[in-house]
């Protein structure tokens, strides 16, 4: 029997749908693990299907072809070393998440997901059925434990595994980002590895997936909770791991630990990677914006610059008479800093043509909110116009304070097909902005570096610049007291009182929920964007568009 168990972790990157380019990838990976004299090479959860599939994964000719693929994958990958991949698999009238273990040119062993999760993005138990306990499975001549993502999230099915004789924990996963998120897993994990004794190897995938981006991350552990093995996030690696049989037990003795980005990096490194992804698997290859001269269209349009290369990039901007001159100077430097192309189209023309048709149905009515929004429809479709006419996809340029409280318009400026800023407060956009000017990885980051967003964009007073002098304090409070209400109402699940209890005043705590509330069905409406937190605008929460409830 081997001392030593050498595992290949394959951090990489399925397309939910791909089936055939998910198992071709597996077959590759397979294939250069064969070449570095691995035991077994191991991909994510579902990786056969891409995750998460939703409804899709219950079609049941689609739930054929996977498992069709996944035994001919068996019978190619005969030589070598053993496979590990996630898909579903059926038994009788019940769908499993599954993971299959492939050795010698068939399906050794199928391990059941029992857990399901069905919070925040997940509904798993829509789908699949839970699986019962089982013990390790061999391969090698090792006994590996494989608790599926959720299930090592909890102590049970760890514990079963190490009962009935697991040497060490596999846990393959796909496991969405948001903030913090690593902590959170690391805590998990530790706490299994106490519990059972065993080291514990984390394989997490990377990639977008409409909302959700997967982050990898993945990482070994060592009996005790010390930290053996720590891969890069969101990079698509295959990480050679090494254990031995000891005197102690069973070990990793790799050594290979990077260090962690901070949060700012991270949310921003999220935002590329979601945009880069949806576009890559959607088949769009350019994209366009409207460029106002704020920091929102700002900081979406260094996104999209460092995404898909600034050659891919079109920035529009779409003056009226309110548009302020620094507004039209900013919007081209930052257009240049960035090296996007950029257009100018004036909506003074159209905008005539639309007062005009209405002026007979508004006459002895006062201008006010309605022709505000005139304009930024107008802009709307403009912008759609030029994204059917080149197929570029238009981006929505939203931050989640604005689609919290509906401070943008309907057809307007939430038109688009993807919205990064969706989950990032303004106050935050401020910051990853200057975090952007001060940080350019050209491993990752396909734009220029240095400042490319002008720091006047930054320091300015925001505006919509839909009427003479406006600001967005004449509408909302301000952004650092909007925020922290947010958060406490979205994120915290907290009531007006307990934002009055951290110092809110009363009527603007109630006028920012109700304005919540009512901006439910603009939401509904919108377009996805990339989910930072644990209280994104779609999955994570969700709430009736028809609604009379407000708290005390």
Same mark, same amino acid.
């Given at each position: 029997?081997?001392?030593?168990?050498?595992?290949?972790?394959?951090?990489?990157?399925?397309?939910?749908?791909?089936?055939?380019?998910?198992?071709?990838?597996?077959?590759?990976?397979?294939?250069?693990?064969?070449?570095?004299?691995?035991?077994?090479?191991?991909?994510?959860?579902?990786?056969?299907?891409?995750?998460?599939?939703?409804?899709?994964?219950?079609?049941?000719?689609?739930?054929?072809?996977?498992?069709?693929?996944?035994?001919?994958?068996?019978?190619?990958?005969?030589?070598?070393?053993?496979?590990?991949?996630?898909?579903?698999?059926?038994?009788?009238?019940?769908?499993?998440?599954?993971?299959?273990?492939?050795?010698?040119?068939?399906?050794?062993?199928?391990?059941?997901?029992?857990?399901?999760?069905?919070?925040?993005?997940?509904?798993?138990?829509?789908?699949?059925?839970?699986?019962?306990?089982?013990?390790?499975?061999?391969?090698?001549?090792?006994?590996?434990?494989?608790?599926?993502?959720?299930?090592?999230?909890?102590?049970?099915?760890?514990?079963?595994?190490?009962?009935?004789?697991?040497?060490?924990?596999?846990?393959?996963?796909?496991?969405?980002?948001?903030?913090?998120?690593?902590?959170?897993?690391?805590?998990?994990?530790?706490?299994?590895?106490?519990?059972?004794?065993?080291?514990?190897?984390?394989?997490?995938?990377?990639?977008?997936?409409?909302?959700?981006?997967?982050?990898?991350?993945?990482?070994?552990?060592?009996?005790?909770?010390?930290?053996?093995? #720590?891969? =890069?996030? !969101? $990079?698509?690696? %295959?990480?050679?791991?090494?254990? *031995?049989?000891?005197?102690?037990?069973? &070990?990793?003795?790799?050594?290979?630990?990077?260090?962690?980005?901070?949060?700012?990096?991270?949310?921003?490194?999220?935002?590329?990677?979601?945009?880069?992804?949806?576009?890559?698997?959607?088949?769009?290859?350019?994209?366009?914006?409207?460029?106002?001269?704020?920091?929102?269209?700002?900081?979406?349009?260094?996104?999209?610059?460092?995404?898909?290369?600034?050659?891919?990039?079109?920035?529009?901007?779409?003056?009226?008479?309110?548009?302020?001159?620094?507004?039209?100077?900013?919007?081209?430097?930052?257009?240049?800093?960035?090296?996007?192309?950029?257009?100018?189209?004036?909506?003074?023309?159209?905008?005539?043509?639309?007062?005009?048709? #209405?002026? =007979?149905? !508004? $006459?002895?009515? %006062?201008?006010?909110?309605?022709? *505000?929004?005139?304009?930024?429809?107008? &802009?709307?479709?403009?912008?759609?116009?030029?994204?059917?006419?080149?197929?570029?996809?238009?981006?929505?340029?939203?931050?989640?304070?604005?689609?919290?409280?509906?401070?943008?318009?309907?057809?307007?400026?939430?038109?688009?097909?993807?919205?990064?800023?969706?989950?990032?407060?303004?106050?935050?956009?401020?910051?990853?902005?200057?975090?952007?000017?001060?940080?350019?990885?050209?491993?990752?980051?396909?734009?220029?570096?240095?400042?490319?967003?002008?720091?006047?964009?930054?320091?300015?007073?925001?505006?919509?610049?839909?009427?003479?002098?406006?600001?967005?304090?004449?509408?909302?409070?301000?952004?650092?007291?909007?925020?922290?209400? #947010?958060?406490?109402?979205? $994120?915290?699940?907290?009531?007006?009182?307990?934002?009055?209890?951290?110092?809110?005043?009363?009527?603007?705590?109630?006028?920012?929920?109700?304005?919540?509330?009512?901006?439910?069905?603009?939401?509904?409406?919108?377009?996805?964007?990339?989910?930072?937190?644990?209280?994104?605008?779609?999955?994570?929460?969700?709430?009736?568009?028809?609604?009379?409830?407000?708290?005390?």
């Amino acid at each position: 029997m081997a001392e030593t168990f050498r595992l290949i972790l394959a951090q990489l990157n399925p397309t939910v749908g791909d089936i055939a380019g998910n198992v071709e990838a597996a077959r590759a990976a397979h294939g250069r693990g064969a070449q570095a004299g691995a035991d077994m090479v191991a991909l994510p959860e579902m990786f056969a299907t891409g995750y998460q599939t939703t409804d899709l994964g219950r079609k049941p000719a689609f739930v054929a072809d996977a498992i069709g693929r996944i035994e001919a994958l068996a019978e190619v990958t005969a030589d070598g070393p053993a496979l590990g991949i996630g898909g579903p698999y059926l038994e009788g009238t019940k769908l499993y998440n599954a993971y299959y273990i492939l050795d010698g040119g068939r399906v050794s062993a199928v391990v059941r997901k029992q857990m399901l999760p069905n919070d925040s993005v997940f509904d798993e138990e829509r789908i699949y059925a839970h699986g019962e306990p089982q013990g390790p499975v061999a391969v090698r001549g090792w006994r590996i434990g494989l608790p599926i993502c959720e299930d090592a999230w909890h102590p049970g099915p760890a514990e079963t595994f190490e009962e009935s004789g697991a040497e060490l924990l596999f846990v393959p996963n796909g496991s969405p980002y948001h903030r913090a998120k690593h902590e959170r897993r690391m805590n998990h994990m530790v706490a299994r590895v106490i519990e059972t004794g065993l080291p514990l190897a984390y394989l997490n995938m990377i990639g977008g997936q409409d909302d959700q981006v997967f982050d990898g991350t993945s990482f070994v552990l060592n009996p005790g909770g010390r930290l053996a093995v #720590l891969m =890069p996030p !969101f $990079e698509a690696v %295959e990480q050679v791991v090494e254990f *031995e049989r000891g005197p102690e037990g069973v &070990r990793c003795v790799t050594e290979d630990r990077i260090t962690l980005p901070d949060d700012y990096a991270l949310d921003y490194r999220a935002m590329v990677e979601s945009v880069r992804d949806y576009f890559a698997k959607t088949g769009f290859k350019k994209a366009l914006l409207g460029l106002s001269g704020g920091v929102d269209s700002a900081l979406t349009a260094a996104i999209a610059a460092d995404a898909l290369g600034p050659a891919n990039v079109r920035c529009v901007m779409l003056p009226s008479e309110y548009t302020s001159e620094h507004s039209l100077e900013d919007a081209e430097a930052c257009a240049k800093a960035l090296a996007c192309r950029y257009d100018y189209v004036p909506i003074d023309g159209p905008r005539a043509a639309v007062t005009e048709a #209405l002026a =007979p149905l !508004f $006459e002895g009515t %006062e201008p006010g909110l309605t022709e *505000e929004n005139i304009q930024s429809r107008l &802009r709307g479709l403009l912008l759609m116009a030029l994204s059917n006419k080149f197929g570029e996809m238009l981006l929505t340029t939203g931050n989640k304070s604005e689609v919290a409280v509906g401070y943008a318009t309907i057809y307007g400026d939430m038109s688009g097909g993807y919205n990064p800023l969706k989950d990032l407060y303004k106050t935050r956009v401020f910051e990853t902005c200057r975090w952007r000017n001060a940080n350019h990885d050209p491993a990752w980051m396909k734009g220029r570096a240095g400042e490319v967003i002008p720091v006047r964009i930054i320091d300015k007073p925001p505006s919509a610049e839909l009427r003479e002098d406006q600001k967005d304090e004449d509408s909302l409070p301000p952004y650092e007291v909007l925020d922290d209400i #947010l958060e406490r109402l979205i $994120e915290g699940e907290q009531s007006v009182g307990d934002c009055v209890a951290a110092g809110h005043d009363l009527e603007t705590a109630k006028r920012v929920e109700h304005l919540l509330y009512l901006a439910e069905y603009k939401r509904f409406q919108s377009a996805p964007g990339t989910r930072l937190t644990t209280r994104a605008f779609w999955l994570d929460r969700r709430y009736p568009i028809v609604n009379r409830w407000r708290s005390a």
